[in-house]
């Protein structure tokens, strides 16, 4: 069984077919820095860090960017609320976007590119939307994107724009030559930042900076564009026709989009005031549990948020924790004869078509707690082996560098650590013997990111710290 995604442009899910062998580029769209993030972003956060960690746990190169949007409205009435520069504002408040999200066990991006620093691009491409015959130029020096010479709009939301327009409700704007031409480059008001440009002194508007970031850095078509599904209009709809204007060529091949989170049945958002903030919630639950409660459900569906629900995915992820640590004295003190190599075999065989099936986490932790149970059984009556727990703590570990909810060298004391490496060298040594080398050489891997390299030698295997 091969990845399937569920792809927004033609909904329905998909053989995932990468435009270069084994190689993945993602976009994801990030937010907009003039607040702390809230849970809401951080669902969204940790669905992208998961899917980035499931590609690379299944061998594809992945390169990940997500955006920050540095300078726009928000940002200039914060700034200005709070007497700041509007860069230094949206500096502090990435700076503490990497803080929250080191905080709940996120894998950076490979890069996070900002709108103000990539001001030279944006104009770029700009006018070759100009050259192309879709933008125009108005009488303030602002610059729109003319929907009307477009004849696919709407592939994302799967609405036609004349069935968009009869009967909406559209801010009057008496510079735009269709009430849905949308801004590229605003002109600027008197003491707003600004930057120079053929047009006027003015900034970016929303749509351009993504689409000119995600060519400049990734090239003119990608694998996977993703965030939430508030994006898909008017965001991502807008950067299509964006893009293809000046690149003649499709944006991506695969949108994703995850599910928002919601109190009490509306999105949560800081315009409703209904939000939680991710060091707030920090203060009373771990990451793992935070990880754990989000991965719990399908990414493309709505999820609630209340403090309930956290403290029963804290419950259900204490339960895993529990064996987790008792594996871990098992794999050093068991007496029992089992090796349950069927058990973890028949775990790692669904939890990979688990994945498989457009990143189904809440399938795939389901699975985890099958095996925790069969593993308890055999805890119970004494019948795991040595090699028997350690095979199961290295197939937890591969579900956890996809999930990140165990925790951190667990009960693994630094006066045991070394029996545990050589039951894991047991294991990777009958791996070999059954000619599963991928899974071998995953041991091998996983020991030489903890500091433990594993030399094959022809007296056998040996080992030694290096100090990572």
């Known amino acids: 069984m091969s990845l399937r995604i569920f792809n927004t442009l033609t909904k329905r899910e998909e053989e995932f077919k990468p435009i270069e062998d084994r190689k993945v580029k993602m976009y994801v769209c990030g937010v907009t820095v003039y607040d702390d993030i809230h849970m809401g972003h951080a669902r969204s956060i940790i669905v992208f860090d998961m899917i980035a960690r499931y590609l690379r746990f299944q061998g594809y190169d992945v390169t990940h960017l997500t955006n920050f949007t540095d300078v726009d409205d928000k940002i200039i009435n914060r700034a200005a609320e709070k007497g700041m520069e509007p860069l230094a504002l949206s500096k502090m408040y990435i700076d503490r976007y990497f803080r929250d999200i080191d905080s709940l066990g996120v894998e950076r991006a490979d890069d996070y590119p900002k709108a103000s620093e990539n001001i030279d691009g944006i104009i770029a491409m700009i006018q070759k939307i100009i050259d192309h015959g879709y933008g125009y130029r108005s009488e303030d020096g602002s610059v729109y994107f003319s929907v009307d010479k477009v004849k696919e709009y709407g592939r994302l939301t799967g609405q036609k724009l004349e069935d968009m327009q009869a009967g909406a409700r559209v801010e009057v704007n008496e510079l735009k030559r269709n009430p849905y031409d949308f801004a590229l480059w605003k002109s600027a008001k008197p003491g707003e930042i600004a930057w120079d440009s053929p047009w006027g002194k003015g900034r970016p508007g929303w749509h351009i900076e993504c689409s000119a970031m995600c060519t400049e850095y990734l090239g003119t078509t990608i694998d996977i564009h993703g965030g939430g599904n508030d994006l898909i209009f008017p965001h991502h709809e807008n950067e299509i026709l964006q893009s293809e204007a000046a690149n003649c060529k499709p944006l991506a091949n695969y949108w994703v989009h995850n599910g928002m989170l919601q109190v009490e049945g509306a999105k949560m958002a800081k315009s409703l005031k209904n939000f939680f903030a991710v060091k707030d919630v920090l203060a009373k639950h771990t990451k793992e549990e935070v990880r754990f409660y989000i991965l719990s459900a399908h990414y493309r569906g709505p999820q609630v948020y209340s403090e309930a629900a956290l403290e029963e995915a804290a419950a259900s992820l204490k339960r895993m924790h529990n064996t987790y640590h008792e594996l871990v004295d098992a794999s050093a003190n068991a007496s029992g004869s089992e090796d349950a190599a069927e058990i973890v075999d028949t775990f790692r065989k669904r939890f990979v078509e688990s994945m498989d099936q ?16 069969e593993i308890n059984r055999l805890l119970a009556a004494g019948a795991l082996s040595k090699k028997g727990a350690g095979s199961v703590l290295v197939a937890l570990a591969e579900m956890d560098s996809v999930f990140g909810i165990l925790p951190p060298a667990a009960g693994a004391s630094e006066d045991r650590s070394g029996e545990i490496v050589d039951i894991l060298i047991e294991v990777r040594n009958e791996l070999r013997k059954r000619k599963q080398y991928d899974l071998a050489d995953k041991i091998r891997d996983r020991l030489k990111e903890k500091g433990v390299e ?15």
């Open 358 to 373: 457009d990143f189904n986490t809440r399938a795939a932790i389901s699975e985890a707690f099958d095996l925790v149970r």
């Open 454 to 468: 594993l030399q094959d030698t022809v007296e056998g295997v040996k080992w030694k710290r290096t100090g990572n």
